[in-house]
């Protein structure tokens, strides 16, 4: 699903750089851009925006015209990356007419880019036709720490909404970022900011410009927010007066189930079925005993088909239009919104109800509900109307429509029933006419996401182990088993494998992997069986000294920076580890560690040992919780995960009798 967008570089200052005696080659705003004197930054800071600004001009025909200008200062040899310039379009209703660049060295020499050095290609090179593309310069290999990059370009285009966007920053630290939009006499603009305090535009006439200075770079951190949920970001919409004869000319929504409404009419006329459609779904489902079988019978079937986007007249609207589900099936391929719109069709067929979702795929918190518009979202999905008799962990409730199922039919590592984490708890659009309506996706517990781990160990008198274990994960842990799994060749699964276990036990040779993916069910399940020579160390000929804890996680959370800036973004998930170790003949414990147990807002830990029957049984309980801790409380994210730490390296002590 395509949503305008434009795509900034950032390069920049060394706080210690001298003055530049910039030639006259560089136009007068880079040479101002260029003069700017930031602040002393972090060694990691790779580099600093020195200047961000696009003006938008509306013409009385509908037509955008946008300036944009950019210049950035390269700090390190990493930022070298920034020193390039991008600018997009859509073939059908739109065009670049012309971007130049410049690379200023520290000595003052200019280096121009113009036509004979810009690129044109499709945005996403793996799609294998698509309207949307890319003029860029590519000046990296040139740029190094101390030069400024900057560029300029002038495109035009039809817009298919009076909405548009600005992104005030990336990670980058900005000195200054503006936005401005001409219109027409008499047409008018309000706005929304995200992520920042209200930035009030100043007017003049029907010249709107808002901007920000100064913003401090944006660190990345484990388990951060998304950059999209810290970068300020603006939100326009703009409209002639009340009755003006331009006003049906122009495309804006003022509430969802506007937008519902509109969307409704580009999908309902594509999910008409055909004979084979029909014959399909039937020859699916015939086995099918429950609502919920043949729900997974036809979700399984649409997700195996191959994902091909072709997007044609997208600045008509196309990119928000699903292929007819005769086409989709036809073919046996197609993106998000032509998978979705063929499950519902192929669902229609035997009486079951389904209505598409849409949703922004790769953060949750992306999709802000004071701002109704299509161009929040990246993605399609599906919402199938089920009765009382399915039960699923996935099962929303609409007030007129009733229980829905939320499946995405694109991820085809998470089976009907279960939901990706990332899309978990977003807002989404539920697409159906008058009855639409933003709602918030649902949030699976942390059993549902469970890993399971039993290891039985045999210990020799030397300390040498043989090892059997088996992994049980369902739901989104699940899923990332799958996911990897799928992703390798088998031998290189393998070797995958076999690095793990010798993270745990050095010098481990394995003797088996066998992992059973059982898709529909949620499930996947991993037996490993290895041995590891001197795994306990033999101390004084008379003691056995060890870590119970063999394996740590499977996806543990680092956090080890003195203070946070941002909040922790947590997943739910379970994980239980039982390790049941057979005292080698003639040993008994010695010294083991105490209980722990670990209770917070967000999750509980616990780790018991236990001597019984001549075995020495330690256990571990992970309960985790969805949630975004805030910054103030990072200490206690901290010191949770600290603990879980210490549980995972304590020793075991035997001692011969």
């Known amino acids: 699903m395509l949503y305008r967008s434009l795509l900034f570089c950032f390069l920049l200052i060394a706080a210690a750089a001298p003055a530049l005696a910039v030639g006259d080659d560089a136009p007068d705003w880079l040479q101002q851009a260029a003069a700017a004197k930031p602040p002393a930054y972090d060694k990691d800071v790779p580099a600093v925006v020195l200047h961000q600004e696009q003006v938008v001009k509306l013409d009385s025909d509908g037509r955008l015209t946008t300036t944009t200008t950019y210049a950035v200062r390269i700090l390190t040899r990493e930022g070298r990356a920034y020193a390039e310039a991008v600018e997009t379009y859509l073939t059908n209703a739109g065009k670049v007419k012309e971007i130049r660049a410049w690379l200023i060295r520290p000595n003052g020499e200019v280096k121009k880019y113009g036509k004979d050095q810009v690129i044109d290609r499709m945005c996403n090179p793996l799609d294998i036709y698509d309207e949307c593309r890319a003029k860029l310069i590519d000046a990296t290999l040139d740029a190094d720490a101390g030069m400024i990059f900057g560029y300029q370009s002038s495109s035009e285009e039809q817009p298919l909404f009076s909405q548009e966007r600005w992104v005030f920053q990336s990670r980058l630290p900005t000195l200054v970022s503006r936005y401005t939009l001409s219109l027409p006499s008499n047409w008018q603009a309000s706005s929304i900011t995200f992520n920042h305090p209200n930035v009030a535009p100043v007017v003049s006439g029907s010249t709107y410009t808002w901007e920000l200075r100064n913003l401090p770079p944006i660190v990345p951190e484990s388990a951060s927010p998304v950059v999209t949920n810290l970068a300020p970001r603006l939100a326009v919409k703009y409209s002639p007066a009340e009755g003006s004869s331009a006003q049906a000319r122009t495309r804006s929504f003022d509430n969802w189930v506007e937008v519902s409404r509109w969307a409704t009419e580009l999908h309902d006329p594509q999910a008409v079925p055909n004979e084979a459609i029909i014959a399909k779904t039937l020859q699916l489902t015939a086995g099918a005993k429950t609502e919920l079988d043949k729900i997974r019978a036809v979700g399984r079937f649409v997700q195996e088909l191959q994902y091909i986007s072709i997007d044609v007249g997208v600045g008509r609207g196309n990119g928000f239009r699903p292929h007819s589900a005769a086409q989709a099936f036809a073919k046996l391929y197609g993106d998000c919104k032509d998978k979705a719109n063929l499950m519902r069709t192929m669902l229609k067929t035997i009486n079951i109800t389904a209505y598409p979702v849409v949703i922004f795929s790769g ?156 898709h529909t069910e949620g499930r996947f399940v991993l037996d490993i069986e290895f041995t590891a020579r001197n795994y306990a160390q033999l101390m004084q000929d008379k003691l056995l000294v060890f870590r119970p804890a063999i394996f740590g996680q499977m996806r543990t959370l680092s956090l080890t920076e003195a203070k946070r800036n941002h909040p922790i973004v947590l997943e739910a998930e379970a994980y239980k580890d039982t390790v049941r170790i057979k005292l080698p003949a003639g040993f008994v414990v010695d010294e083991m560690p105490d209980a722990m147990k670990l209770e917070t807002s967000f999750g509980t830990f616990s ?51």
Do not use: C
């Not at 029933?417 to 989404?428: C, Y």
């Not at 709602?439 to 300390?463: H, K």
């Open 363 to 518: 953060d949750r918190t992306f999709v802000r509900e004071e701002w109704a518009s299509p161009t929040q979202f990246n993605h399609v999905i599906i919402a199938v109307k089920v009765s009382d008799e399915t039960q699923a962990a996935t099962v929303i409730t609409h007030p007129k429509l009733g229980r829905l199922l939320i499946f995405d039919a694109t991820d085809d590592n998470t089976p009907v029933g279960d939901l990706p984490d990332h899309e978990q708890g977003s807002l989404a659009l539920l697409v159906a006419g008058d009855d639409g309506a933003l709602m918030r996706m649902p949030i699976t517990s942390p059993e549902a996401n469970l890993l399971d781990r039993q290891s039985e160990v045999m210990m020799d008198a030397d300390g040498a182990i043989t090892v059997t274990v088996s992994d049980r994960a369902v739901g989104q842990k699940a899923a990332d088993f799958r996911r990897v799994f799928r992703s390798l060749s088998r031998p290189e699964y393998t070797g995958m494998i076999e690095t793990w276990v010798a993270r745990g036990a050095n010098g481990a040779k394995v003797s088996k992997v066998n992992p059973t993916d059982s």
């Open 607 to 657: 780790a018991t040992y236990e001597v019984k029957d001549g075995y020495l049984v330690f256990t571990r309980n992970l309960i985790q919780r969805t949630a975004t801790i805030p910054v103030e409380d990072y200490a206690k994210v901290k010191n949770f995960y600290a603990g879980m730490r210490v549980a995972e390296q304590a020793p075991v002590v035997l001692v011969k009798k």
